[in-house]
C-alpha cells in the first residue's frame, strides 16, 4: 500500500504534531513514547523540538541527519485531527 505523503507539519503543545498529508488528511500524533528511547532524547528540548521539518519528497519529518519519523509511522499511528479541532488550535 502507498502512503500519503507528508505536506506539513506543525509542532503543538505536549510533544504532538500535526501533520498534514497529501489526501488532505490531518492526523495528530503523540511523540512522548519515543522520548523514552536514546535516538530521540534531544527532542525533550521544546525548542528543538518545535524545529521539525519536512524531508524532501514528504517521506519523513526530520529535526537533524538522526531524528526522523517515516510518514509511514505518522499515518499509521496518528490519530485523524478535524479541520473544526484545526482551527480551535489556531485561535
Known amino acids: 500500500m502507498n502512503y500519503p505523503k ?24 503523540d511523540v512522548k513514547p519515543l522520548l ?11 525548542s528543538f523540538f518545535k524545529q521539525v521539518q519536512i524531508e524532501q519528497g514528504g517521506y519523513a519529518v526530520s529535526w537533524n541527519e538522526d531524528i526522523d519519523i517515516s510518514e509511514y509511522e505518522l499515518w499509521v499511528n496518528g490519530v485523524e485531527f478535524s479541520s473544526f479541532q484545526r482551527e480551535a488550535l489556531e485561535r
Open 36 to 46: 523514552k528511547k536514546e535516538m530521540f532524547t534531544p527532542l525533550k528540548n521544546i
Open 6 to 29: 507528508i505536506i506539513s507539519a506543525q509542532a503543538i503543545d505536549d510533544y504532538q504534531l500535526l501533520i498534514e498529508f497529501s489526501n488532505h488528511e490531518l492526523r495528530q500524533y
